[in-house]
């Protein structure tokens, strides 16, 4: 059974950083390197949006307000990825969700999410 935990989040004052893990069980290898997987978040009253994934074909991609602040990264023994967040804005909070999907064909699966605050 896929199953994706995050952790890692938190109370962060404007400009700090954090990183935010993501542990993928029931996932064999060919699935966690084949697929894109990643992060989205959503703040209250908004849409969920994408915040970094690996597209399962070599390549990453990052939402556009990353600005390169953020680098998604992941290790294959432990079936793990990982987003490290720099320079966070109080814009930046929200709650964010890890993200599967198989081979790139559904269902997607989703983490329960953690949530990040950056206020001062």
């Known amino acids: 059974q896929t199953r994706l935990v995050e952790s890692g989040g938190g109370l962060v004052q404007p400009g700090g950083s954090l990183r935010l893990s993501c542990k993928a069980s029931g996932v064999i290898l060919s699935v966690f390197n084949g697929s894109p997987m990643g992060w989205y978040r959503q703040a209250p009253g908004k849409e969920r949006e994408l915040v970094a994934t690996f597209t399962g074909r070599g390549g990453t991609t990052y939402g556009d307000f990353v600005k390169g602040r953020f680098t998604v990264s992941k290790d294959n023994t432990k079936r793990t990825v990982y987003l490290q967040m720099n320079m966070l804005e109080p814009e930046d909070t929200a709650v964010y969700y890890c993200?599967?999907?198989?081979?790139?064909?559904?269902?997607?699966?989703w983490g329960q999410g953690t949530q990040v605050t950056i206020s001062s």
């Open positions: 993200h599967l999907r198989p081979y790139g064909n559904p269902p997607d699966y």
